[in-house]
């Protein structure tokens, strides 16, 4: 009983199944079972199961205890196609698919809801209408051909299983949850903000701060209100037009020191509060839910708890369990290594192949060993500071790495144009890719006050949505075409990760864009360190061929996450 095996979970608890030819279609009979964990574990010979979505199915097989070794996500396979083939944003359900192939009238995908704080249950919720597995298996087979008649099939099938990998492994640390010690979490927002007054108001320091500003403006002031704050700089004869922190730093005016701290300790306070820990935080876990694909360009977002937004302070909180450890493990420069990978340009592989400090490399190359000048440049490269200072830099920058500046020089060309752009496996960007502020700050596109770089979680972003900009949506191509990259390489870097967790008790506990969690007993994370770089190299082969380009972690072993740093 091996190959490929498709099943559609039934409403009592039991799915049918049925095994799989070559050509994708049915290659038996379908066959009613009454339990579906007990139908998975009754064929363990399976290589891949076949279903519509993977959070349908995965989180009652992880609790019945049974795991499945690879999946192909259906309704994550219509994304990624519809993209390909620039209709990203069209209904991606199984049943949208289905009636696309039918030629019928396609319904519209179901709202997103909601998680459930502190729950796991909204996971186990009905989604889009069911499809027997005939139906789905019709849909599959027409997947296949459509990988067919993709510009690199191999690539684009190799995109569609890691993606689906990633469905896998998002499923598992949605159950696992990252280690939370709550007594701790409390003890560093008393820390921060001082004693909680009775009647919800705001705690002792936010309102010493918040009177330091009225005081500093010589009237009462709201701090959490920034067209308070807009209109007071504004009696006092300064025009600011918000009251983010790049604009408002170098104002020389008593309120703005208070105002800063208010408003740092103001979004902990909101975003990883009280209210937070008791929403969340549940038998020394946080789990949030994990999206794989939220973006267009393949990162991942969370659907509530904000996981890719953990401050270093609140960090503290993050601490193993007696006798385990955190390995915590960063990708060095990964995106600038990406684009020595996607252009194949000689001089920058041979500089991304090496372990040691890329931006020095590059410095000692082409900016007479002056980093902060390359770093720059590479940067300007990828996410388009292509104006003054930048210009000067990005031309030095194409003298000495002429091919890996022109390819992103490319990607944004074809933005401009209008043009679909894609990454290296084949994820595709709409014509008219984003140059609305939150879809700029999901692709990396610098604001004013910089990059935005992989620190923060990435906001959904609306495919469809026409910048009347093209330079802006330049820019976000030549990023997309990196960072999407990027991404699709953090998939195969998970995937071979989980796989070689399997025959240990170390668990995948946390991910973002760069970074990694694992979650294992003191003994075990030497080999989890090392399977950490080997799944690195691995995926580096898998997804961009045999080059001489690595991707190097740097790892610390720690009990505390707020250690690692």
Avoid at 156 to 185: F, K, Q
Avoid at 284 to 301: A, D, M, Q, S
Wanted: charged share 25%; proline share 7%.
């Amino acid at each position: 009983m091996t190959g490929r095996w498709a099943l559609a979970p039934a409403g009592d608890g039991g799915a049918e199944v049925a095994a799989l030819g070559p050509d994708g279609l049915l290659a038996g009979p379908v066959t009613e079972e009454g339990d579906l964990a007990a139908a998975v574990r009754a064929r363990p010979g399976v290589t891949r199961w076949v279903w519509r979505s993977t959070a349908d199915v995965q989180p009652r097989l992880l609790a019945a205890g049974v795991r499945v070794d690879r999946c192909y996500d259906v309704e994550a396979a219509e994304t990624l196609l519809l993209g390909h083939e620039g209709r990203l944003g069209e209904p991606r359900s199984a049943a949208a698919a289905l009636a696309r192939l039918r030629g019928g009238p396609v319904p519209p995908d179901p709202p997103v809801r909601s998680a459930e704080p502190g729950s796991q249950s909204s996971l186990f919720e009905p989604t889009p209408a069911h499809v027997p597995l005939g139906d789905l298996v019709e849909v599959y087979a027409e997947q296949q051909r459509r990988h067919g008649a993709t510009a690199h099939p191999e690539r684009m099938r190799l995109l569609t299983a890691a993606e689906s990998a990633g469905m896998l492994v998002a499923s598992e640390m949605n159950r696992i949850g990252l280690p939370w010690r709550a007594d701790v979490h409390r003890t560093v927002l008393h820390e921060l903000l001082g004693e909680r007054y009775a009647g919800g108001g705001e705690p002792r320091r936010l309102a010493e701060l918040a009177d330091e500003v009225s005081a500093a403006f010589g009237h009462r002031v709201r701090p959490d209100l920034p067209a308070d704050v807009v209109k007071a700089f504004a009696r006092a004869g300064i025009k600011v037009r918000s009251t983010r922190r790049w604009e408002i730093e170098s104002i020389d005016h008593p309120a703005v020191k208070p105002l800063l701290e208010y408003k740092k300790l103001y979004r902990i306070r909101v975003a990883h509060g009280w209210s937070w820990l008791q929403n969340w935080v549940r038998d020394g876990r946080f789990r949030p839910e994990y999206l794989p694909g939220g973006t267009v360009t393949g990162r991942w977002v969370t659907n509530g708890g904000g996981a890719l937004q953990i401050p270093k302070v609140i960090r503290r909180a993050v601490v193993a369990d007696p006798g385990w450890r955190l390995v915590v493990a960063d990708a060095a420069q990964m995106e600038p290594r990406v684009l020595a990978a996607i252009s194949r340009d000689p001089a920058f592989m041979e500089v991304a192949g090496r372990a040691a400090d890329l931006y020095q490399s590059v410095s000692d190359r082409a900016f007479s060993g002056d980093r902060d000048q390359a770093k720059l440049a590479v940067l300007g490269a990828i996410y388009g500071q292509t104006s003054g200072d930048g210009l000067k830099n990005l031309a030095a920058l194409r003298r000495r790495f002429p091919r890996a500046v022109a390819y992103v020089d490319d990607a944004a060309r074809a933005g401009e144009e209008g043009r679909l752009v894609r990454t290296w496996l084949g994820r595709t960007s709409p014509p008219a890719a984003g140059a609305s502020q939150d879809a700029a700050e999901e692709a990396g596109i610098p604001q004013e006050d910089g990059p935005a770089g992989p620190d923060g979680e990435a906001q959904q972003w609306t495919p469809g949505y026409a910048s009347s900009d093209s330079r802006a949506r330049g820019r976000f191509a030549r990023n997309f075409v990196v960072q999407g990259s990027a991404a699709d390489w953090a998939l195969l870097l998970l995937a071979a990760l989980r796989r070689a967790c399997a025959g240990l008790a170390a668990e995948l506990v946390f991910f973002q864009h760069d970074e990694v969690i694992v979650h294992c007993p003191a003994e075990e994370a030497d080999t989890v360190v090392r399977a950490i770089q080997q799944a690195s190299d691995l995926a580096m082969r898998l997804t961009f061929g045999e080059t001489p380009v690595r991707i190097p972690f740097t790892t610390a072993v720690v009990e505390c996450y707020a250690d690692a740093k």
